[in-house]
């Protein structure tokens, strides 16, 4: 299949789920509590959430326990940010947490889908040889090295539109590598790679080798130049701009919140 579509299908396979998505609904219900703290949580597992005196629970009805305090209070001011009623759209961080504790697909499957789209990775897909390609180069060379360095795979660059090779050996060890991750870094990583369409790039910036700003120009290196070539065209390049900044900067603030130490 050619790299266009299957970059097409990338963002469907991903299993981050949101408030309303499984168990009872939550979003666009009236604010049903008066109260939101944050409490150590039984047998000190970790933080977790109470509206009024009630345990905050999620889609499938686990009880949201997370391992630092830093991000439970982050969750819990989500909650308290909710005036009227409940927008399940303006809690990122509640909606990682609790795709990692859920796990609505099998952690082996989402490895396999996200090691699906490795052949079509703009890391290692290039456009044929021009200024974007070099710019490609500039910017995506480092991850590239990375990978190798980090990883263990090295993997071979491409222009040709039905994507790279991924030899059984090299997909093995980034198999490897996303399966000794913990449930918290696997779920960041899935919706980086998402909102990317990187699965490369989301290791890259879950394992702090890529900050925000450059997870950012690495992502929408074509989209910037064109932007370069013809202007900005309001009402479609700023609301994309918008977007993806917040579908990345959530994950990178959940991760970030999960190294914070606890008092």
């Given at each position: 299949?050619?790299?266009?579509?299957?970059?097409?299908?990338?963002?469907?396979?991903?299993?981050?789920?949101?408030?309303?998505?499984?168990?009872?609904?939550?979003?666009?219900?009236?604010?049903?509590?008066?109260?939101?703290?944050?409490?150590?949580?039984?047998?000190?597992?970790?933080?977790?959430?109470?509206?009024?005196?009630?345990?905050?629970?999620?889609?499938?009805?686990?009880?949201?326990?997370?391992?630092?305090?830093?991000?439970?209070?982050?969750?819990?001011?989500?909650?308290?940010?909710?005036?009227?009623?409940?927008?399940?759209?303006?809690?990122?961080?509640?909606?990682?947490?609790?795709?990692?504790?859920?796990?609505?697909?099998?952690?082996?499957?989402?490895?396999?889908?996200?090691?699906?789209?490795?052949?079509?990775?703009?890391?290692?897909?290039?456009?044929?040889?021009?200024?974007?390609?070099?710019k490609q180069a500039a910017v995506l060379n480092p991850v590239?090295?990375?990978?190798?360095?980090?990883?263990?795979?090295?993997?071979?660059?491409?222009?040709?539109?039905?994507?790279a090779q991924l030899p059984e050996n090299q997909a093995n060890?980034?198999?490897?590598?996303?399966?000794?991750?913990?449930?918290?870094?696997?779920?960041?990583?899935?919706?980086?790679?998402?909102?990317?369409?990187?699965?490369?790039?989301?290791?890259?910036?879950?394992?702090?080798?890529?900050?925000?700003?450059?997870?950012?120009?690495?992502?929408?290196?074509?989209?910037?130049?064109?932007?370069?070539?013809?202007?900005?065209?309001?009402?479609?390049?700023?609301?994309?701009?918008?977007?993806?900044?917040?579908?990345?900067?959530?994950?990178?603030?959940?991760?970030?919140?999960?190294?914070?130490?606890?008092?």
């Amino acid at each position: 299949m050619p790299t266009s579509s299957l970059l097409l299908q990338f963002s469907r396979g991903f299993a981050t789920h949101g408030l309303s998505e499984t168990g009872p609904k939550t979003s666009g219900l009236l604010r049903f509590y008066k109260h939101v703290s944050v409490k150590e949580a039984p047998g000190k597992a970790g933080y977790q959430i109470m509206l009024d005196n009630r345990v905050l629970k999620t889609p499938a009805r686990h009880p949201l326990i997370v391992p630092t305090k830093a991000l439970a209070l982050a969750i819990a001011a989500e909650w308290e940010w909710q005036i009227k009623r409940i927008d399940a759209s303006t809690m990122p961080l509640m909606s990682l947490a609790a795709t990692a504790i859920d796990q609505p697909q099998h952690r082996d499957l989402v490895i396999e889908t996200m090691l699906q789209y490795v052949p079509t990775d703009p890391v290692i897909c290039r456009l044929e040889p021009g200024l974007i390609a070099d710019k490609q180069a500039a910017v995506l060379n480092p991850v590239l090295q990375w990978v190798k360095k980090e990883i263990g795979a090295t993997l071979e660059t491409s222009d040709s539109i039905f994507g790279a090779q991924l030899p059984e050996n090299q997909a093995n060890k980034i198999r490897k590598y996303l399966q000794k991750m913990d449930k918290w870094e696997l779920t960041a990583a899935e919706q980086l790679a998402a909102s990317c369409k990187s699965v490369l790039l989301a290791l890259a910036f879950v394992k702090q080798q890529l900050g925000l700003h450059e997870a950012m120009e690495a992502t929408r290196l074509e989209e910037d130049h064109q932007i370069a070539q013809w202007g900005l065209v309001e009402g479609g390049h700023d609301i994309d701009l918008s977007d993806i900044k917040v579908r990345v900067s959530a994950p990178s603030v959940f991760m970030r919140l999960l190294r914070y130490k606890n008092d």
